[in-house]
Antibody, heavy 127, light 111 residues
Framework: EVQLVESGGGLVQPGGSLRLSCAAS????????MNWVRQAPGKGLEWVSY????????YYADSVKGRFTIFRDNVKNSLYLQMNSLRDEDTAVYYC????????????????????WGQGTTVTVSS | QSALTQPASVSGSPGQSITISCTGT?????????VSWYQQHPGKAPKLLIY???KRPSGVANRFSGSKSGNTASLTISGLQAEDEADYYC???????????FGTGTEVTVL
């Protein structure tokens, strides 16, 4: 069974740091790009960050650029999100999410969206 | 990067068809066939319904269909069922420095 399990959420003060982890199983993790997506309480989905299968391509939402770092360990089948300088507005459920896209023979990547989601981990930034 | 625009709510009776719109720009919805749709029930993770504008993953009912015209994508739910009551989000690849942008979300109510 394909599964993503997040951990590491919790309560942190503004300006603090937190590292989220995502354990993947049931598929060949090293061949998939991955994403983090968050959802503030009562709000919609917000894409946060993307990392390619080899970690060679990384993108961030403008709202987290310079504060968050996405990285992965393909040996441990794990995805991470290091969150620094946290703000009240970072309070949300954070989802680890597998990208459905793939590279064709010419190296072109098809951004097909997200096909597998974890159950989410809650981050609360508050004093 | 601004969120794609969706109606806040749509409702219909069981058996009816409803359509949810998703409006973006030429930098996202209009420029690429990388539109996807997600269903989210309260307290649950989103579920992929449609990708590549109109393709359904295996296991998704054929009552769900997607289309696109210009800068606006649409999700149609035919034969509306009680279990379809949920929040729906569109998403698109964007040519900005980010990768994906989500829609504002639509709450579907089955009357």
């Amino acid at each position: 069974e394909v599964q993503l399990v997040e951990s590491g959420g919790g309560l942190v003060q503004p300006g603090g740091s937190l590292r989220l982890s995502c354990a993947a199983s049931g598929f060949t993790f090293s061949t998939y790009s991955m994403n983090w997506v968050r959802q503030a309480p009562g709000k919609g989905l917000e894409w946060v960050s993307y990392i390619s299968s080899s970690s060679s391509t990384i993108y961030y939402a403008d709202s987290v650029k310079g504060r968050f770092t996405i990285f992965r360990d393909n040996v441990k089948n794990s995805l991470y999100l290091q969150m620094n300088s946290l703000r009240d507005e970072d309070t949300a459920v954070y989802y680890c999410a597998r990208d459905k896209g793939y590279y064709d023979s010419n190296g072109y990547y098809y951004y097909y969206g997200i096909d597998v989601w974890g159950q989410g981990t809650t981050v609360t930034v508050s004093s | 990067q601004s969120a794609l625009t969706q109606p806040a709510s749509v409702s219909g009776s069981p058996g009816q068809s409803i359509t949810i719109s998703c409006t973006g720009t030429s930098s996202d919805v209009g420029g690429y066939n990388y539109v996807s749709w997600y269903q989210q029930h309260p307290g649950k993770a989103p579920k992929l319904l449609i990708y590549d504008v109109s393709k359904r993953p295996s296991g998704v009912a054929n009552r769900f269909s997607g289309s696109k015209s210009g800068n606006t994508a649409s999700l149609t739910i035919s034969g509306l069922q009680a279990e379809d009551e949920a929040d729906y989000y569109c998403s698109s690849f964007t040519s900005s420095s980010t990768v994906y942008v989500f829609g504002t979300g639509t709450e579907v109510t089955v009357l």
